[in-house]
């Protein structure tokens, strides 16, 4: 037996799991000749998911994959039409279940509503309705800057039904990160609130938008849950009297469904594509059969729509036929355990979290959670960032009583799910993946492409396509092949360093990137400066994400001002542009003057150099920059 393992699977969880059907429909021995006849044969593979997972399509698939083009243009079910909303809602249509609960929601005060599977169906025919009435059309893109609340995914689903392509976006952006993606993406609509809340303080989000977005050419309409008046606005009221009946659009199963933004360290955001085909499969495959998701589980995450967990969350309960918990608002407000009690309220039994929840969570009084009744959990799924040993123990251990699993994951939004995981069948380790995901091809490797030695850190790579994987970038196709398919080339590399120790389980540690994420949130530095360079005060500007127990960040901005006495240079002069731009999120946790920062002879700012110095680390060769000097200056400032 491996050393360090934590958990072992009993024979009755590996005998109920989907996993054991799975390999069982796929007349194989076990996982590993999975794994291999998937390495060896990926389409097999995503058609068996498709067969064992019934899911439908208008237009049965000529030929499951087709290579021909390269790895990086790959076409799954080639021929084949289908439709997201045929998957997650349509099919359930005469269950014994499509009159029961689908929804549970509840807003930051308490209030609590809910939605069955039919009146769910009804209320996205009223919202497509009103869409194709105010002149929306298959291809048209519609943003959602939407809390969680069941408008949301009522809106999610009726911009899928009728053909439209999806852009969520994270409630929390400021006007400058909403306008930017509009304006990228040419969104024709948008759906908001006129107010939420959050931590008890109300959030006028449509006063936050609505000025800038009315003045973008491409937004036709604003829809709106809420009262306003004003240009371009639609208000949601005006949804109860259309039909409840609509068709849904049949569409190709490689057209584009949802355009998911990701923050990269240069330039501006990238738009990830995901298709009608392979979302849902991906997220049956993840979900459904690995992590064992079941049509009687409740399910809760508290992620914003605005991130790729958002739509894995839309699509998981209701693709199986479960149900699922959203709430308005943070996991610790207007109660500090209030994450732990809905799970006791609406026996939750799959949650989704990250390390970053746990880290806050953890240092609450034990005492609070003595009474709780959190039995009804049987899977928890991790991801979003590397687990460090206490918080990871605190929940297995004081959550879970050491024996709900935690199926760690390893992915992002460019492949829509997972590519390391967490195999049921197999032993845990403390912060592991114990196991690549079937037909996700993964390795570590060297810069040069040969393969990195046990326990030696590479990059995270796969060496084939898979059906998830974004469909290129967002009218970007160049930067899609330079960011992923050129960094080693001829394989995709996801920008995360990796190890894998002599028990053959995979380990993360962080970034190979500048990207900085703070609670599970990603944003790209270029982002930040540029929300601060603009003001024309500022020679040069850096921002860098240091580890941060609670948050897994904490963002400093490195400044050199073009006046050191400007009075406007001041921590809170920028804090606010950081907050009007990009939203509170991404408030810097602290703001340093110097008179440089480190460069290359080419002009390139190193902020891993930054990061060194900031951080009290040796920041290695700078014999290359162009200004040495400029490190001790950033040393003084040291957190």
């Known amino acids: 037996m491996p050393k360090d393992i934590i958990w072992k699977p009993s024979q009755d969880i590996i005998n109920n799991s989907k996993l054991t059907k799975f390999i069982n429909f796929c007349k ?8 291999k006849k998937s390495y060896n044969d990926p389409g097999w593979l995503w058609n068996n998911v498709i067969k064992f997972s019934d899911l439908k399509f208008f237009k049965n698939y000529e030929k499951i994959m087709d290579d021909g083009k390269g790895s990086p243009w790959t076409r799954w079910c080639v021929g084949g039409t289908t439709n997201i909303v045929l998957n997650c809602i349509d099919r359930h249509k005469g269950k014994d279940f499509f009159n029961k609960t689908f929804i549970f929601s509840e807003k930051e005060n308490g209030e609590t509503t809910s939605i069955t599977y ?9 919202v497509g309705n009103a869409l194709k009435t105010n002149g929306f059309k298959k291809g048209d893109v519609i943003a959602l800057y939407m809390p969680q609340i069941i408008e949301t ?9 009728i053909g439209c392509i999806v852009l969520p976006l994270f409630s929390g952006y400021g006007v400058k990160a909403v306008s930017e993606r509009l304006n990228i993406a040419k969104a024709r609509g948008i759906f908001t609130v006129s107010k939420t809340f959050r931590k008890g303080k109300e959030i006028r989000m449509l006063d936050i938008i609505k000025d800038e977005v009315a003045k973008i050419p491409s937004i036709q309409n604003i829809f709106l849950v809420g009262e306003d008046k004003g240009k371009k606005i639609y208000n949601w ?99 500090e355990i209030r994450f732990w009690k809905l799970i006791e309220k609406y026996k939750v039994s799959w949650t989704e979290l990250s390390p970053a929840l746990i880290r806050s969570q953890m240092i609450k009084d034990k005492k609070k959670f003595e009474d709780l009744d ?47 995981h967490c195999c049921l069948h197999r032993p845990f380790k403390v912060g592991s993946f114990n196991a690549p995901i079937p037909g996700m091809s993964a390795d570590i490797l060297n810069h040069d492409g ?18 998830g994987l974004t469909k290129s970038l967002w009218n970007d196709d160049k930067r899609y092949i330079d960011n992923y398919w050129n960094v080693i080339k001829n394989f995709w590399v996801h920008g995360d360093l990796a190890s894998r120790d002599e028990d053959g389980h995979w380990f993360l540690h962080g970034r190979s990137d500048d990207t900085i ?19 024309g005060k500022i020679k040069e500007v850096a921002a860098v994400g240091i580890p941060d127990e609670k948050k897994g960040s904490r963002i400093i901005l490195s400044v050199v001002p073009l006046n050191a006495k400007d009075p406007d ?41 930054i990061k060194s110095c900031l951080v009290n680390q040796d920041p290695g060769d700078i014999s290359t920059l162009l200004n040495p000097e400029s490190v001790e200056e950033i040393k003084q400032h040291g957190i």
């Not at 459904?288 to 790729?308: E, T």
């Not at 982002?527 to 601060?532: D, K, N, T, V």
């Open 28 to 35: 194989v021995k076990n996982y590993d000749d999975l794994e």
């Open 118 to 126: 039919e009146e769910f169906d009804k209320e996205i025919s009223k």
């Open 517 to 535: 994420k703070v609670s599970g949130k990603r944003i790209g530095p270029s982002e930040l400066e540029s929300a601060i360079i603009k003001t």
């Open 153 to 161: 995914y009522i809106a999610y689903f009726a911009i899928l039904k």
């Open 374 to 420: 959190l039995s009804s959990l049987r899977i928890v799924c991790t991801g979003g960032e590397p687990w460090t040993e206490k918080p990871w123990k605190w929940l297995f251990e004081f959550i879970g009583k050491s024996k709900v699993p935690i199926m760690n994951s390893a992915g992002g939004t460019e492949v829509s799910g997972s590519i390391l």
């Open 569 to 609: 240079m001041k921590e809170e002069y920028f804090n606010n542009l950081i907050i009007k731009d990009l939203g509170k999120s991404f408030k810097p946790d602290k703001i340093i003057f110097v008179k440089d920062l480190p460069k290359t002879r080419n002009m390139k700012i190193m902020r891993r150099v």
């Open 450 to 467: 040969t393969k990195t030695k046990t326990n030696d850190l590479g990059e995270l790579v796969m060496r084939k396509s898979s059906i």
């Open 237 to 335: 009221e005006n949804f109860k009297n259309l039909s409840d009946k609509l068709k849904t659009e049949e569409m190709d199963a490689e057209d584009p469904a949802i355009i998911h933004f990701t923050s990269g360290t240069t330039g501006k955001p990238k738009g990830c594509v995901y298709t009608h085909i392979g979302l849902v499969t991906k997220m049956s495959f993840d979900e459904g059969i690995l992590s064992d998701f079941k049509q009687n589980d409740v399910h809760l995450c508290m992620a914003d729509m605005g991130w790729m967990v958002g739509s894995k969350s839309a699509t998981i309960a209701s693709s199986h036929g479960g149900k699922m918990v959203i709430a308005e608002g943070v996991p610790d407000f207007p109660d």
